[in-house]
Each structure stands twice: as structure tokens, then as C-alpha cells.
């Protein structure tokens, strides 16, 4: 199964738009996250609403699951609790205003003192955290609300023919 990243998504998005009937068709392969904060932007800056972003059931649950819809200030339509949210994913963050910006900036630090805590000095994990706040930041003031935050971990990439 090929996947696509934040690089095929920034280089290609637009080939999954039909520009006449305003869909947007997500591929039906493994998606990184990156791909879904590009997504997201993208669909943002053309005027695209979730409801016109044409998924796989199996990506619907995901956005469900990172609160896709919520992020363009649509109703959390996600079932369950999200127990695991700042342990090993935070959900899909809009940054437009410093307390959505504050939330995410907290929720992705969580996650990476989960991730990496353990195995790398605190010292350098507080510095790895205040480097994502001044991107978060940074997006916030400087991006024309066209920002988008999210973090997942998974034990080895799926596409990695290095997978242990």
C-alpha cells in the first residue's frame, strides 16, 4: 500500500480537487499526519468544508477520531473519550487564536515528553517543547489563520522497509 506524507501532500494536494464540482478526493492509502495537516490547510485556503472532502470509512474514523471537523469549528462528532489524547496523538489543532494555539502547543508537548521522555535528557526534551511553541506561536501571529498542528506516534512507519 503506498502512502503519502506532508511532502506528497504539499506537492500534489491539488490533483485530488475537482475544481468544477468542488470535492476534494482523499487517495485510499496509509496517510501520515502531515498529509492531514496539509489537507487541512489546504481545504481552508480554498474554502473547502469537511463535508466536501470525499474519504475512505476508514480515514472518516480517523478524522472523526482528530477531530477534523471540530478544527474548522464543526461539531466534535467523535463517540468516545479520547484517552489517549496527549500520550501518543493530540487532535487536529487550528491555529488562529492563542487559546487554540495554547491547547495545541500543551497537548503536542505531552505527546512528546511521552515519546521521546524516557530516552532522551529532560533538559533537551523542555527544549525540543519551547521549539514547538514558537513554531505554534509563530503560525498563529504570522500565518494568516491558515495554520494546522497535529502529533501521532506509531511504533515504526508503515512504509519503512526498515520496520522492526
Request: hydrophobic share 40%.
Amino acid at each position: 500500500m503506498a502512502e503519502h506524507g506532508l511532502l506528497e501532500a504539499v506537492n500534489g494536494i491539488d490533483k485530488f480537487f475537482d475544481h468544477d464540482t468542488g470535492f476534494l478526493s482523499v487517495p485510499d492509502r496509509f496517510l501520515a499526519p502531515g498529509f492531514w495537516v496539509a489537507l487541512a490547510a489546504y481545504a481552508r485556503r480554498h474554502n473547502i468544508a469537511p463535508d466536501r472532502i470525499l474519504v475512505h470509512k476508514k480515514h472518516k474514523d480517523y478524522l472523526s477520531a482528530i477531530a477534523f471537523a471540530h478544527a474548522f469549528g464543526q461539531p466534535d462528532d467523535y463517540p468516545y473519550d479520547r484517552k489517549n489524547k496527549g500520550l501518543t496523538y493530540s487532535t487536529l489543532a487550528h491555529l488562529d487564536r492563542p487559546e487554540t494555539t495554547e491547547d495545541a502547543t500543551s497537548t503536542i508537548n505531552s505527546c512528546l515528553r511521552n515519546f521521546v521522555g524516557k530516552d532522551l535528557p529532560p533538559a533537551f526534551v523542555g527544549l525540543l517543547c519551547e521549539v514547538v511553541g514558537d513554531l505554534h506561536d509563530n503560525v498563529c501571529a504570522h500565518g494568516k489563520f491558515s495554520g494546522f498542528s497535529l502529533a501521532q506516534k506509531w511504533e515504526t512507519s508503515p512504509w519503512n522497509p526498515l520496520r522492526r
